[in-house]
């Protein structure tokens, strides 16, 4: 079996070691994992501002970068709801370019979403000892359906501990854009978010969205709190996924 790996653009620049933990991961299954070199962002940050014919500009250049690939997987739950739902869309008057749209968007996958429903994963060879727990990222849940995948991964996982999130649907101010725009009450949401963390009792925040993770992680080092954030891909990496 062949993949690309679509990095996304916050993993690239701040989470690389997510990528390579990704491919990993991939390729201890079997999986074969390429790297398309012409690709750039999806578009999403212009999308979400208004900026559609930016965002038809960067949609351009990534559909055309995985023309060839089989299959695409991605780190972001967040950057694949935006391929799968507004692509076409954004392209709803240029029929040739909504063909391929589509076409992109029914061969990318989340990298939960295509362990468990491509390859069909159902012993995760990993021990990773903590005491966890794990936010539902909102285009994840909401715009893929996608809920109870990375928690099936995660619960086999020797030794993992995850604990429910209280209100673990609500968003943690990120969205985007948003946090910049309205700062103010972006940094609200992200507060009582970390307090939900804390009743828990964990020590490791995981996540399949590098934006919520960049945003609470960020949060909860200016406020001194001790918790490690990691994404999906990095306990099972470092749990010893083979």
């Avoid at 999308?47 to 695409?72: C, T, W």
């Avoid at 990298?111 to 069909?120: D, I, P, Q, T």
């Avoid at 994963?121 to 909102?138: L, Q, R």
């Avoid at 009743?199 to 490690?228: F, H, P, Q, W, Y």
Wanted: net charge negative; glycine share 8%.
């Amino acid at each position: 079996m062949k993949v690309s790996l679509f990095i996304t653009c916050l993993a690239d620049v701040f989470y690389p070691k997510v990528g390579m933990n990704v491919v990993e991961v991939l390729r201890s299954y079997g999986v074969e994992v390429d790297f398309p070199q012409d690709q750039t962002c999806c578009g999403q940050p212009a999308f979400n501002s208004g900026y559609h014919k930016e965002a038809r500009e960067s949609a351009r250049q990534l559909i055309k970068a995985f023309a060839d690939s089989p299959m695409v997987v991605t780190p972001s739950g967040s950057c694949a709801s935006m391929i799968r739902h507004y692509y076409p869309d954004l392209f709803k008057d240029e029929p040739e370019w909504k063909e391929r749209a589509i076409e992109l968007a029914d061969k990318t996958y989340e990298f939960s979403e295509f362990l468990v429903h491509v390859l069909k994963v159902e012993d995760i060879e990993a021990k990773f000892p903590a005491h966890a727990t794990y936010h539902h990222s909102c285009h994840m849940s909401r715009g893929l359906g996608l809920k109870g995948e990375p928690i099936k991964l995660l619960g086999q996982v020797e030794d993992l501990e995850m604990e429910d999130l209280p209100y673990c649907n609500d968003c943690c101010g990120f969205g985007g854009t948003f946090a910049a725009k309205m700062s103010d009450i972006s940094e609200k949401m992200v507060d009582e978010k970390i307090k939900n963390i804390e009743t828990t009792g964990a020590d490791v925040l995981i996540g399949s969205d590098m934006g919520c993770l960049m945003n609470i992680g960020g949060r909860l080092r200016r406020l001194g709190k001790e918790v490690r954030v990691m994404h999906v891909a990095e306990v099972l990496a470092e749990g010893g996924q083979k």
